[in-house]
């Protein structure tokens, strides 16, 4: 069974809109990490999120952290063609031996 | 600052050949993985190498092994390729091992085909 569930599995939005995308444990949650990959290259390193409540922003991106609901959402906002990519969730989970496992990825397309 | 370097970048391998795929960091990190991402499977850990001198399977390791030659270089190698070996692989780093609390940081993959 897939225990990190990403949602939505794709995503097309026109320039300028918002969007948000989640990701949902079936375990408890031990660092939970958003990473960024363009077609044919590897995965950027967007941001990390280890405590309950906590929130982070880089530029127009801001990543939420529920502990309770063992969940992470990452929102865009004004979103722009650069945003466009494939997007990962991954977390230490309970019972994964110290390791990240990893959801199985949103893809957004930003149309201008 | 090059980060993780992995090379070759593509290879297309025959079934039964063997090849070793490298990976180096110079980030001084001390834990290193292997990936695999496969279309609607996602990223699975192969083998990783929490410390310098250790080695410990992952999730999917069969028909792999693994060399910690240093702290910078961990190699994967495919002694005999199958067509199911077929995937994008990824090295990885990280500064430390355990409960996920380090961020990986990833090399840009190596495109493998096996015929």
């Known amino acids: 069974s897939q225990e990190l569930e990403q949602s939505p599995q794709s995503l097309i939005v026109q320039e300028g809109k918002n969007l948000t995308i989640n990701c949902t444990s079936s375990?408890?949650?031990?660092?939970l990490y958003w990473y960024k990959q363009k077609y044919g290259e590897g995965l950027i390193f967007l941001m990390m999120?280890?405590?309950?409540?906590e929130e982070k922003s880089h530029e127009k991106i801001t990543a939420k952290l529920d502990e309770k609901k063992q969940q992470s959402s990452l929102h865009i906002t004004a979103s722009q063609p650069s945003h466009a990519g494939i997007y990962l969730c991954?977390?230490?989970?309970?019972?994964?031996?110290?390791?990240?496992?990893f959801g199985k990825g949103t893809k957004l397309s930003v149309k201008p | 600052n090059a980060g993780v370097t992995q090379t070759p970048k593509f290879q297309v391998l025959k079934t039964g050949q063997s090849m070793t795929l490298q990976c180096a960091q110079d980030?001084?990190?001390?834990?290193m993985y292997w990936y695999r991402q496969d279309p609607g499977m996602g990223l699975r850990l192969i083998y990783y190498?929490?410390?310098?001198?250790t080695t410990d399977k992952g999730e999917v390791p069969n028909g792999y092994n693994v060399s910690r030659l240093n702290k910078r270089e961990f190699s994967l190698r495919l002694e005999s390729a199958a067509p199911s070996q077929t995937s994008v692989y990824f090295c990885?780093?990280?500064?430390?091992w355990g409960r996920g609390y380090s961020p990986l940081h990833f090399g840009n993959g190596t495109r493998l085909t096996v015929t």
């Open positions: 990885a780093s990280s500064e430390s």
């Open positions: 375990k408890t949650l031990y660092g």
């Open positions: 999120l280890q405590k309950g409540g």
């Open positions: 991954g977390a230490g989970v309970l019972g994964s031996q110290g390791n990240l496992i």
């Open positions: 980030m001084n990190h001390n834990s």
């Open positions: 190498s929490a410390s310098e001198g």
